[in-house]
């Protein structure tokens, strides 16, 4: 009984026409993705964030910052710190690390920090004059003999209470200046352990309504506002109503008229678009309700108060997201536009490249194809250079291999017409041939 041999496995044969296709195209993926990764970098998973003290206002909205941007797949790590001061320093310090940050009005210069750009202002942060028992006669009697809260070193409410200070000429000698958080002296405050504190922080920060609404401690109307703001153009008038803390109680009891910086989202120029378009878009949605000091739609807003504001802040502003990230999930449209970034200024140079491509291979069948017809052309004439009873097998014989060329040649239909012609012209010379 006969059995089948096994049938050996196939081997691929370098030859096989589909090898050098496949190689190529792998060659091409791979200098693809490497353009693409060093020429529109995928936007990072984590960044950080310098917020402030825990318990203020900065970390709350920090917090929130780190919700929104969690939906879209990004990692904020909240770095705690001692305020707008700190966070400025951190953003300048590249191995820190820290790529955005929340920094209060007046304390940044464009000029020293180039390498800090805005995405616009978020809020105004009112500078609150808060002290117990009966409001003070003048300045000097504000301080004289007091224990005050002024912020942390490091924070922005440190740094604007001294300039203030300094400003009106306060003497703070017998004066117990505390390094304070916001936190700890709205609690001493309210216990009767320290005279003042002194906070730059938003309506929305709850220690500063409960403040303004208790009875044991009372809200300074900030004296000579206006000059303030005419020396210090980054500051605003604010006034808060009378009585918006707790009407029942008419707290406060007269109107207050309070300065206020506002605090900016700042970032490192170098944070990828993708993550600050990201930031916009949280900033739109955390900070345009109205409230007390603004209207609906007015934060965030395109101000570059210190820092120039970023490019892409300036198209988000202008414009609204990118087309992309209107339609697409997150990543989605990140990748497409990535693509888009490298494959229009790719398919600008491969059209034209293409066609001249054409244009060469077209040119080169056509040579091919003349080249034939010159030999013809030549036999021709050899035929009729000879007399009429003169031998021409030779020329059958050079006749028969060029007919030979024209019938094995392997060219595209676009071309095909010309081969036929001159397979018919071959018929013409031969048929002379026979005559003689």
């Known amino acids: 009984m006969n059995q ?33 990764a060093v020429l529109s970098p995928a936007p990072p998973r984590t960044v950080m964030m310098a917020t402030g003290a825990p318990g203020s ?32 320093h951190m953003l300048g310090d590249v191995s820190s690390g820290v790529s955005i940050a929340f920094i209060q009005g007046g304390l940044a210069e464009s000029a020293q920090t180039p390498e800090l750009v805005s995405l616009g202002t978020l809020f105004y942060e009112p500078v609150w004059l808060f002290v117990r028992g009966g409001p003070p006669r003048s300045a000097a009697e504000m301080l004289k003999g007091r224990r005050v809260s002024i912020g942390p070193k490091g924070s922005g409410t440190r740094k604007l209470a001294l300039e203030l200070m300094a400003a009106v000429g306060v003497d703070v000698t017998g004066t117990e200046m505390l390094d304070l958080t916001a936190q700890d002296s709205g609690a001493a405050l309210l216990r009767g352990e320290i005279d003042m504190a002194v906070m730059v922080a938003p309506w929305e920060f709850a220690l500063v ?20 703001i005419a020396l ?27 300065v206020a910086p506002k605090c900016s989202l700042v970032v490192r120029n170098d944070l990828h678009p993708a993550i600050q378009y990201l930031l916009l878009d949280a900033a739109s949605q955390l900070h345009s309700k109205p409230g007390i000091f603004q209207k609906a739609g007015q934060f965030p807003a395109a101000e570059p108060i210190d820092l120039v504001l970023s490019d892409h802040a300036q ?20 990748f497409v536009a990535r693509l888009l970034v490298l494959l229009i200024p790719i398919l600008g140079v491969a059209y034209p ?9 077209g040119w080169g069948m056509r040579q091919r194809i003349f080249n034939l ?40 239909v676009t071309f095909a017409h010309l081969l036929y012609t001159l397979r018919v012209h071959i018929g013409l010379v031969r048929g002379r041939l026979e005559q003689r």
């Open 232 to 258: 210090r153009p980054y500051l605003n008038k604010l006034i808060l109503p009378q009585g918006v803390a707790d009407l029942a109680r008419n707290r406060p009891p007269t109107d207050l008229l309070l």
């Open 373 to 412: 017809y010159g030999e013809l052309k030549f036999l021709e004439a050899d035929l009729e250079a000879r007399a009429p009873v003169a031998p021409v097998e030779d020329l059958r014989t050079s006749l028969e291999k060029l007919e030979y060329k024209a019938n094995h040649m392997r060219v595209p």
């Open 4 to 36: 089948k041999a096994p049938k050996r496995p196939r081997r691929v044969s370098l030859r096989s026409p589909f090898i050098l296709p496949a190689v190529g195209l792998f060659a091409c993926l791979i200098a693809f993705a490497v353009l693409l």
């Open 315 to 334: 198209r988000f502003y202008h414009s609204g997201p990118p087309f992309l990230q209107r339609f697409l999930p997150f990543w989605m449209a990140v």
């Open 353 to 361: 490249l293409v066609r001249l491509l054409q244009v060469l291979y």
């Open 57 to 88: 206002a900065y970390a709350e909205f920090g917090e929130r910052y780190r919700e929104l941007l969690a939906r879209h797949g990004v990692t904020v790590q909240l770095i705690s710190t001692n305020g707008a001061v700190d966070n400025l």
């Open 209 to 228: 309504r409960q403040l303004v609404a208790s009875e044991h401690v009372k809200t300074i109307s900030f004296p000579r506002a206006d000059a303030h």
